[in-house]
């Protein structure tokens, strides 16, 4: 999964916990306070952190969603932006159960 962060793309390789009574991969992502580009299988998502600063962004300096995505991309890599994402997280969800 690509993660969307203020200091750049990261690629997010995740495993959750699908036992009885596991949670919707999107309901797991919003209590890590991320946001799905989709809701059926995600592979992209947007931390708050990020979508706040584009909300301010847009608001004040009237930045364009093309510029600020392009702005993210050059701050994860200014030399090829275009062969992205760079880093890699490992990340566990575990379940709580209903």
């Given at each position: ?20 009574g ?22 992209t998502?947007?931390?708050?952190r990020?979508m706040k ?9 009237r ?36």
């Amino acid at each position: 999964m690509t993660v969307m962060d203020t200091n750049g793309l990261h690629n997010v390789k995740m495993s959750w916990c699908q036992c009885l009574g596991f949670q919707h991969l999107t309901d797991v992502l919003y209590r890590q306070q991320w946001i799905p580009a989709t809701l059926i299988h995600p592979g992209t998502a947007f931390t708050f952190r990020v979508m706040k600063q584009f909300q301010m962004l847009s608001h004040v300096a009237r930045t364009t969603p093309w510029d600020f995505c392009t702005t993210i991309q050059r701050l994860t890599d200014n030399i090829e932006p275009d062969l992205l994402p760079v880093s890699v997280i490992y990340i566990y969800i575990y379940c709580e159960g209903i």
